[in-house]
C-alpha cells in the first residue's frame, strides 16, 4: 500500500502567488518522521523540512510553511510569494521508527512558477 | 568536501548488457544508501551499508543487481543483463553512523540509465 500521496502531479502558479502542496500519509507507527524535498532538474533532492510525529506545531521558515495534522494524516506545504526558482519536483516523504534507515517517497508534485 | 558524488551522471546501454554505476559519499560518512526513481514516481528503497556491512536490501533488488563497498568508502552498484524495466535515475545517498533517515540524508545528483 502507498504509505505516502501526492494527488496533485503538475501544478502551475504565476509568480509571487502563495502555493500548498498536499500531503496525505499512512502509518501504524505512532513514533515517524515527515519530510518535504525539493528535486530541480538537476536532480539532486534537497531537503526542505522536518517533523516528528509527537510535534503537530506548524511553523513558518522564511517562504515555507507547513500543516501537520495527524487527525487527518495530512503534512501540506505552502511556498509564500513564488519565485521562479521555485520550479521543481517536490516529494514528500516518511520515516517510521520501526524501519528507521529509508524514506517513503510521495510520487511528487511538479511545480511551475511562471515569470 | 563537494558533498556525494555520483558517476556517471548518464549512461545509455543496450538490452542485456551489464553497467556498474559508482558513488562516493560524504567522506566522513558511514552509511551510504541507494536508492531507484522511475520517471513520475518518487525514489524507492533498494539497499543500505553501514561501513562495508550491507545490512538490509529491499525486494527491489533482484539478482541481477548488485551493490558493494569494499572499503567502507565509495560504492558500486552493478546491473547484469539489463532490461528497459531498468531504466531510472539511481540515487545515492549517505549519512553519519548511528543516525536515521530522519536525521537526514544528503543525497547525490544520481546517475541516469537509459536501456535501448
Known amino acids: 500500500a502507498q504509505k505516502v500521496t501526492q494527488a496533485q502531479t503538475e501544478i502551475s502558479v504565476v509568480e509571487k502567488e502563495d502555493v500548498t502542496l498536499d500531503c496525505v500519509y499512512e502509518?501504524?507507527?505512532?513514533?515517524?518522521?515527515l519530510f518535504w524535498y525539493k528535486q530541480p532538474p538537476s536532480g539532486e533532492l534537497v531537503f526542505l523540512i522536518r517533523?516528528?510525529?509527537?510535534?503537530?506545531q506548524n511553523e513558518i521558515s522564511g517562504r515555507y510553511s507547513w500543516n501537520f495534522q495527524k487527525s487527518t494524516s495530512s503534512f501540506n506545504f505552502t511556498i509564500t510569494a513564488s519565485q521562479v526558482v521555485d520550479s521543481a519536483v517536490y516529494f514528500c516523504a516518511l520515516s517510521e521508527a520501526r524501519t528507521g534507515n529509508q524514506f517513503y517517497f510521495g510520487t511528487g508534485t511538479s511545480l511551475t512558477v511562471i515569470p | 568536501d563537494t558533498g556525494v558524488s555520483q558517476d556517471p551522471r548518464h549512461k545509455i546501454t543496450k538490452r542485456g548488457q551489464n553497467v556498474t554505476f559508482r558513488c562516493d559519499p560524504i567522506s566522513e560518512h558511514n552509511r551510504l544508501y541507494w536508492y531507484r526513481q522511475t520517471l513520475g514516481q518518487g525514489p524507492e528503497f533498494l539497499t543500505y551499508?553501514?561501513?562495508?556491512?550491507?545490512?538490509?536490501k529491499s525486494r527491489l533488488l533482484s539478482d541481477r543487481f548488485s551493490a558493494e563497498r569494499p572499503k567502507g568508502s565509495f560504492s558500486t552498484l552493478e546491473i547484469q543483463r539489463t532490461e528497459q524495466g531498468d531504466s531510472a535515475m539511481y540515487l545515492c545517498a549517505s549519512s553519519l553512523a548511528w543516525t536515521r533517515a530522519w536525521d537526514g540524508y544528503t543525497f547525490g545528483s544520481g546517475t541516469r540509465l537509459t536501456v535501448v
Open positions: 517533523r516528528n510525529s509527537f510535534d503537530e
Open positions: 551499508f553501514q561501513n562495508e556491512a550491507q545490512l538490509e
Open positions: 502509518t501504524r507507527d505512532t513514533t515517524y518522521y
